[in-house]
């Protein structure tokens, strides 16, 4: 993507993204954000051994009626099979579709035994792991209020404590905000109400750029006095490759140019307090 704007020239940047950008380039910033996000992969979950030895014999005998029978038992499949869930779940499903049934058993046939025991007990993949963390810093590191505390709180800075519902009421409600969910910062800084959306994005392409357009139309959607913010971490602030030339993926300039104030969620303290004043 070609970059409209000089990163030479930080006057024609925000100041928040410079610093954010200033971050990864000038200090330890992956070390710096293991506090926030500690990314790192749970270990794998074991099978009962007597399970594990007959989703192996069914496997090596092509029984597949035994071997989906045991596996419709376990909550993790063996590769991503988009149907399963619904097949073992929904009434009917697994009985009348014999060709489903027969083409994921030619994928798991596919496999060795082996393979397929090792891929039920491997480790959950660490995207599926990042959406709380973000959550879990907030809550250690800032000042927490139930929803009547916060909107009476004048004084100041507050993170509203509330369940997913509760929240988005208080949003839509309160605050006119149309949105279809609790966002994932909601902050009080005196009287005025920040809310912001937070994003690890580990590489361009794919779900992470969809995900870094989702941070930037969630502040397009500026409403009334409510400030709305992207807490983006990650891919999104690097400039340079190895090689010394720009990155000029579109998550890296979209994020880098946009007006709006993005930052890392180092500097998320530092941005609240400058409303303090």
Request: hydrophobic share 40%; net charge positive.
């Given at each position: 993507?070609?970059?409209?704007?000089?990163?030479?020239?930080?006057?024609?940047?925000?100041?928040?993204?410079?610093?954010?950008?200033?971050?990864?380039?000038?200090?330890?910033y992956?070390?710096?954000?293991?506090?926030?996000?500690p990314?790192?992969?749970?270990?794998?979950?074991?099978?009962?051994?007597?399970?594990?030895?007959?989703?192996?014999?069914?496997?090596?005998?092509?029984?597949?009626?035994?071997?989906?029978?045991?596996?419709?038992?376990?909550?993790?499949?063996?590769?991503?099979?988009?149907?399963?869930?619904?097949?073992?779940n929904?009434?009917?499903?697994?009985?009348?579709?014999?060709?489903?049934?027969?083409?994921?058993?030619k994928?798991?046939?596919?496999?060795?035994?082996?393979e397929?025991?090792?891929?039920?007990?491997?480790?959950?993949?660490?995207n599926?792991?990042?959406?709380?963390?973000?959550?879990?810093?907030?809550?250690?590191?800032?000042?927490?209020?139930?929803?009547?505390?916060?909107?009476?709180?004048?004084?100041?800075i507050?993170?509203?404590?509330?369940?997913?519902?509760?929240?988005?009421?208080?949003?839509?409600?309160?605050?006119?905000q149309?949105l279809?969910?609790?966002?994932?910062?909601?902050?009080?800084?005196?009287?005025?109400?920040?809310?912001?959306?937070?994003?690890?994005?580990?590489?361009?392409?794919?779900?992470?750029?969809?995900?870094?357009?989702?941070?930037?139309?969630?502040?397009?959607?500026?409403?009334?006095?409510?400030?709305?913010?992207?807490?983006?971490?990650?891919?999104?602030?690097?400039?340079?490759?190895?090689?010394g030339?720009?990155?000029?993926?579109?998550?890296?300039?979209?994020?880098?140019?946009?007006?709006?104030?993005?930052?890392?969620?180092?500097?998320?303290?530092d941005?609240?307090?400058?409303?303090?004043?």
């Amino acid at each position: 993507m070609k970059r409209k704007i000089s990163i030479k020239h930080p006057d024609k940047v925000n100041p928040w993204v410079r610093r954010s950008i200033d971050l990864i380039h000038n200090t330890n910033y992956f070390d710096k954000i293991l506090e926030i996000y500690p990314l790192q992969i749970s270990a794998p979950v074991r099978l009962d051994e007597a399970i594990r030895r007959k989703i192996i014999m069914a496997h090596q005998s092509r029984n597949t009626g035994l071997l989906l029978a045991l596996l419709k038992d376990i909550t993790k499949f063996p590769y991503d099979e988009p149907i399963w869930y619904i097949l073992k779940n929904v009434q009917g499903c697994f009985e009348k579709n014999p060709k489903q049934i027969e083409r994921i058993a030619k994928t798991l046939y596919e496999m060795t035994a082996e393979e397929t025991v090792i891929r039920i007990e491997s480790a959950p993949k660490l995207n599926t792991q990042i959406g709380p963390m973000f959550n879990n810093w907030i809550r250690k590191n800032f000042n927490l209020l139930k929803l009547p505390e916060f909107q009476k709180s004048r004084k100041g800075i507050h993170i509203l404590d509330s369940t997913e519902e509760e929240g988005k009421s208080f949003m839509n409600d309160m605050l006119r905000q149309n949105l279809y969910k609790r966002p994932d910062l909601v902050v009080k800084v005196k009287s005025l109400y920040i809310i912001g959306e937070a994003k690890w994005i580990g590489q361009p392409g794919g779900n992470q750029g969809k995900q870094v357009q989702e941070v930037l139309q969630f502040c397009k959607n500026q409403r009334g006095d409510v400030i709305r913010i992207g807490i983006i971490d990650g891919f999104p602030w690097a400039v340079f490759n190895t090689k010394g030339n720009f990155i000029n993926d579109k998550e890296a300039v979209t994020v880098q140019e946009s007006e709006y104030d993005i930052i890392s969620a180092l500097l998320l303290s530092d941005y609240l307090n400058e409303f303090t004043h």
